[in-house]
T-cell receptor, first 114, second 114 residues
Framework: NAGVTQTPKFQVLKTGQSMTLQCAQD?????MSWYRQDPGMGLRLIHY???????DQGEVPNGYNVSRSTTEDFPLRLLSAAPSQTSVYFC?????????????FGPGTRLTVT | KNQVEQSPQSLIILEGKNCTLQ??????????LRWYKQDTGRGPVSLTI?????NTKSNGRYTATLDADTKQSSLHITASQLSDSASYIC?????????????FGRGTSLIVHP
C-alpha cells in the first residue's frame, strides 16, 4: 500500500493563478479531508468528504474547491491564489467506521504564493 | 467552541532524559484523544488513541495519560532519542454529529540534543 499520496511536493504560484493539489489513497477509505498547517497554528480543516459524490466545508473553505468523483481521489483546487494561501497542505483519509479509526496523512504539499 | 491547548510550546532536552508534554481540552461531548508525532517535512503519524474509559496507553517509549474529569492529557517520553525530535500534536474528537471534524492543538516542538 502506498497509503496517502500527494502531488506536487512543492509549488510556487503568482497571485491570481489557479492550480489543483492532487491527493490519492489506496486504502479504500470513505473519509478524506484537506487541512492546511501554518506556523504557530494547529491543522485547520478546509474541506472533507464522507464518500464519492459527497463533500462539505470545514473551518476555512474560502478560496478552495473540492470534488470527489472516485473513492481514491480528492483534489483541492485553488481558484485564484492569494498570498494568504501560502501554507503546507495535508490530505488525510480514514475509514468511516467512527472517530476511533486512525486517520492517515499524506506527506504534504508546500505552497508559496507570491 | 472546541479548543485544545498544548504546553510547553517548545522543549529542549538531552538524549536519554525523560520529558512530559501537556494537553488541555474543552471538547464536548468527548469521544477520543490522540497524540500524533510529526517529523519535519512529513505528515502527522498517530502514536496513541484513548477513549473516555482509558486513562493510560503506551506505545513503546511513549505513554499517554488521560484524565477525562479535568480534561487533561499528557504524553511522557522515556529515555529520549535523537529521533524523538519532532512536533507532538494533541487531537481531540467529539462524538456529536456524523462527521469527523477533530480539533487540533498547535503542537509542542521537541528537540533532543546529543
Amino acid at each position: 500500500n502506498a497509503g496517502v499520496t500527494q502531488t506536487p511536493k512543492f509549488q510556487v504560484l503568482k497571485t491570481g493563478q489557479s492550480m489543483t493539489l492532487q491527493c490519492a489513497q489506496d486504502m479504500n477509505h470513505e473519509y478524506m479531508s484537506w487541512y492546511r498547517q501554518d506556523p504557530g497554528m494547529g491543522l485547520r480543516l478546509i474541506h472533507y468528504s464522507v464518500g464519492a459524490g459527497i463533500t462539505d466545508q470545514g473551518e476555512v473553505p474560502n478560496g478552495y474547491n473540492v470534488s470527489r468523483s472516485t473513492t481514491e481521489d480528492f483534489p483541492l483546487r485553488l481558484l485564484s491564489a492569494a498570498p494568504s494561501q501560502t501554507s503546507v497542505y495535508f490530505c488525510a483519509s480514514k475509514s468511516a467506521g467512527g472517530s476511533s479509526y486512525e486517520q492517515y496523512f499524506g506527506p504534504g504539499t508546500r505552497l508559496t504564493v507570491t | 467552541k472546541n479548543q485544545v491547548e498544548q504546553s510547553p510550546q517548545s522543549l529542549i532536552i538531552l538524549e536519554g532524559k525523560n520529558c512530559t508534554l501537556q494537553c488541555n481540552y474543552t471538547v464536548s461531548p468527548f469521544s477520543n484523544l490522540r497524540w500524533y508525532k510529526q517529523d519535519t517535512g512529513r505528515g502527522p503519524v498517530s502514536l496513541t488513541i484513548m477513549t473516555f474509559s482509558e486513562n493510560t496507553k503506551s506505545n513503546g517509549r511513549y505513554t499517554a495519560t488521560l484524565d477525562a474529569d479535568t480534561k487533561q492529557s499528557s504524553l511522557h517520553i522515556t529515555a529520549s532519542q535523537l529521533s524523538d525530535s519532532a512536533s507532538y500534536i494533541c487531537v481531540v474528537s467529539d462524538s456529536s454529529g456524523g462527521s469527523y471534524i477533530p480539533t487540533f492543538g498547535r503542537g509542542t516542538s521537541l528537540i533532543v540534543h546529543p
